[in-house]
């Protein structure tokens, strides 16, 4: 995989755009295929990506999408800043249409001017998981990941690359 660059979220917006007809017809295909070797193939490239790609040079998917936040990921927050978890609740979030607790704000009331999270060892389970390209059975989440491309470098290149891949050619 060629060097990840930092890419805004606009731009990966354009991109992602430009790519719609490539990365939807993968997508369709990987859903109807469900090649075996996909979490091999995804997991690799995301190893690669990481390995080289520092996520304190990006910070967009804090600075522009809530992870859903559980009362678990809640407790733990508030307790982290002393504070009630009925306070904590009240004061940092809010319902989604999904009915999911997630921020009330983006960027993310926790990420600091050097793009550190405030409660890096407590954050919600979401964050740690972000962007999701690790986990078993991607062919689940694949509508997720189309949706990430517009927020994650990583994402968008994984994708580009698996686009681009002889073994899932499109
Ligand atoms: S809690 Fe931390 S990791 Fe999660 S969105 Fe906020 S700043 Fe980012
Ligand atoms: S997970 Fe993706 S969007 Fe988030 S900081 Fe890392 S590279 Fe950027």
């Known amino acids: 995989m060629d060097q990840i660059p930092?890419?805004?979220?606009?731009?990966?917006?354009?991109?992602?755009?430009?790519?719609?007809?490539?990365?939807?017809l993968l997508f369709k295909k990987l859903k109807a295929?469900?090649?075996?070797?996909?979490?091999?193939?995804?997991?690799e490239l995301h190893n690669e990506a990481f390995d080289q790609f520092d996520c304190l040079t990006c910070?967009?998917?804090?600075?522009?999408?809530?992870?859903?936040i559980t009362e678990k990921d809640a407790e733990r927050m508030a307790k982290r800043l002393?504070?009630?978890?009925?306070?904590?609740i009240s004061q940092y979030l809010r319902i989604d249409e999904d009915k999911d607790y997630v921020f009330k704000q983006t960027p993310c009331p926790f990420l600091m001017s050097d793009?550190?999270?405030?409660?890096?060892?407590?954050r919600p389970k979401a964050c740690r998981e972000?962007?999701?390209?690790d986990r078993k059975?991607?062919?689940?989440?694949?509508?997720?990941?189309?949706?990430?491309?517009?927020?994650?470098?990583?994402?968008?290149c994984i994708t580009d690359e698996l686009a681009r891949n002889s073994v899932f050619k499109v």
Do not use: G
């Open 6 to 24: 930092y890419i805004k979220p606009e731009k990966l917006r354009e991109f992602t755009n430009n790519r719609r007809q490539d990365f939807t």
């Open 33 to 43: 295929k469900k090649p075996k070797n996909l979490d091999d193939v995804v997991h």
């Open 59 to 68: 910070a967009n998917c804090c600075s522009t999408i809530s992870p859903v």
């Open 82 to 88: 002393k504070m009630k978890a009925v306070d904590f």
């Open 115 to 122: 793009n550190y999270c405030m409660v890096y060892e407590d």
């Open 130 to 133: 972000y962007p999701h390209t």
């Open 137 to 156: 059975r991607m062919y689940q989440i694949l509508n997720l990941t189309h949706k990430n491309c517009e927020v994650c470098p990583v994402v968008f």
